[in-house]
């Protein structure tokens, strides 16, 4: 269980290789068949690499054992539980098998939400540039369980898997368009503005993605997470949310939202913004 961030990585065991004699040599016995003292060692993490950035990568080798790779590099951890916190020294990233953590940062004394994780997010990666310290806390919200990787490992994955490096730099690109999103949306004044801007960048990357249907977008997305992309409590956004519904702009299924119709979606955003501008003309 991971109750402070502290704790020391897991590091992977050394595997030797067992040399095999020449054909012109006669195969040794079974008990003289020991491995050499000096025969090179293989890391354990080049060949069983994390289950989340391995997955889609072919390979003619058997795939990793989830069970193994959990026993040596998972940290589990319940509801609740502090993963790391903003400021203390760290050397490991995490990349979440299971559950879901969110990042939070103080801004002024307060507490923001930065993002929320899902399964197959790594996070924690700064801190693997020399003497960086946290620079957020991460909380668990549910059971789970990430892999802990140190720099050495992570680069190992890096260098011996194109594939997995494509899908790291994939993954901080599209969290740096996240934190331009923010940007943005910090910059409108009103609450359904804030809301229905962030609405449509979703159910654009929904139709990227290819979850669209018609003129549509269908996404899941909890208040939580809404909350946080638009910096508001999850209050606030639930009341904005229920406004929209109202207005047939959206449908709520548990937690997937339902945008029928993106074009009138975007009507509405022009018309809050000049709505914004002839307010602040009075």
Avoid: H, W
Avoid at 16 to 38: I, L, M, V, Y
Avoid at 120 to 137: I, K, P
Wanted: aromatic share 2%; no cysteine; glycine share 8%.
């Amino acid at each position: 269980m991971i109750s402070s961030p502290e704790g020391d990585g897991v590091a992977p065991d050394a595997e030797r290789e067992a040399s095999s004699p020449s054909d012109a040599e006669r195969a040794p016995p079974p008990a003289a068949a020991a491995e050499p003292a000096g025969s090179p060692s293989v890391p354990a993490a080049s060949r069983d690499e994390p289950a989340a950035l391995s997955a889609p990568v072919e390979s003619a080798e058997p795939g990793p054992d989830p069970e193994r790779l959990r026993a040596r590099f998972g940290r589990p951890f319940e509801a609740g539980d502090v993963i790391f916190r903003e400021g203390e020294p760290g050397t490991e990233a995490y990349l979440l098998e299971e559950g879901r953590v969110r990042l939070i940062k103080k801004v002024r004394g307060a507490e923001r939400s930065l993002m929320v994780l899902k399964p197959g997010d790594l996070f924690g990666e700064s801190a693997l540039l020399g003497g960086a310290a946290r620079s957020s806390t991460a909380i668990a919200l549910s059971r789970g369980v990430a892999l802990a990787l140190d720099q050495g490992t992570l680069q190992n994955l890096v260098e011996r898997n194109p594939a997995v490096a494509l899908r790291i730099i994939k993954q901080l690109v599209g969290r740096l368009r996240d934190a331009e999103d923010q940007i943005e949306i910090m910059m409108l004044n009103d609450t359904q503005s804030k809301v229905v801007n962030a609405l449509l960048k979703l159910a654009q990357q929904s139709r990227a993605t290819g979850g669209a249907a018609s003129n549509g977008a269908s996404f899941a997305i909890s208040p939580m997470e809404l909350s946080t992309r638009v910096g508001l409590d999850v209050d606030t956004v639930k009341r904005a949310v229920q406004q929209l519904r109202e207005g047939q702009y959206l449908r709520v299924a548990d937690e997937r939202l339902e945008i029928p119709d993106i074009e009138a979606l975007r009507r509405l955003f022009g018309l809050l913004g000049l709505k914004d501008e002839i307010r602040g003309e009075q």
